[in-house]
């Protein structure tokens, strides 16, 4: 059976998106671990309960470029299966449109340039782009209210961007998920400061720089990453035209 063209544009990306619940605990020598369970984003039948946590979030891979997409298109295909496949297209796009994280593949373009890109496109509040097997360049929101309409237009946003290493490339784990770990990380953070801080709202704007080292885990196996960076950046504010899927954008 061939593979669906939207799947061989992410080879080791076992879903294109999912709800994903993090957990975080400590970790040997003082390396915080985060748990990751993946859930569907529909359930699969009558019955199925999705678990209750604080700290769920949607994640999805931002589809290529149609045209590019059409290169794996089996010749065998009909036109309806075609129709499909735009259809399939449109709603992934719809999806990294509104989740918390998206992720990319930079290719053969540069991470930078892919990141920015996303930038102008997407309002997540985390986006990846993955560099090769094992290293995802990893950009945090911590600009307090995303963009903000001022009377110039939209504000433009500040994070971090660190790059993610698997420790052992050999065994980098769910690399697609590394964006999804640092995300658990920073609303985790967030939670723990709010115990501490009781005179005001603790936000992603109040976030410090991420980590070192993380324990990524995921079916209870453990995948050491190496954080290096970060640096603080700032962006300009997306194109609004671009980043809403029809029907949820704006009105006048």
């Known amino acids: 059976m061939a593979q669906h063209p939207m799947a061989a544009m992410y080879p080791g990306a076992r879903v294109p998106a999912a709800v994903v619940d993090t957990h975080c605990v400590p970790g040997p020598n003082g390396v ?56 399939d297209h449109l709603r992934q796009s719809n999806l990294a449109s509104s989740s918390s994280v998206v992720v990319a593949r930079a290719d053969d373009d540069p991470p930078l ?3 920015d890109r996303l930038l102008q496109q997407r309002f997540a509040g985390v986006i990846g782009v993955l560099v090769d097997d094992h290293t995802v360049l990893v950009w945090v929101h911590t600009h307090e209210g995303f963009w903000e309409l001022t009377p110039d237009g939209y504000d433009g946003a500040s994070g971090y961007i660190v790059t993610m290493t698997a420790e052992d490339p050999e065994a980098p784990g769910p690399v697609s998920l590394y964006p999804s770990a640092l995300y658990g990380w920073a609303l985790w953070w967030c ?14 704007a109040d ?12 079916a209870w196996r453990v995948y050491r990453v190496r954080l290096t960076g970060p640096d603080r950046v700032g962006f300009p504010a997306p194109d609004l035209r671009q980043s809403w899927p029809p029907d949820m954008g704006p009105t006048e």
């Open 191 to 204: 939670l723990q400061a709010q115990q501490l801080i009781d005179d005001r709202d603790v936000g992603l």
């Open 207 to 218: 976030l410090p720089p991420p980590p070192l080292v993380l324990d990524v885990v995921e």
């Open 113 to 115: 340039l892919v990141l």
């Open 32 to 87: 915080l671990r985060i748990h990751l369970t993946r859930y569907p984003l529909e359930h699969p039948g009558e019955g199925w309960m999705q678990p209750e946590s604080l700290l769920t979030h949607r994640m999805a891979l931002e589809p290529r470029p149609r045209s590019e997409t059409a290169s794996f298109v089996p010749a065998s295909w009909t036109e309806a299966d075609r129709l499909r496949l735009d259809t």
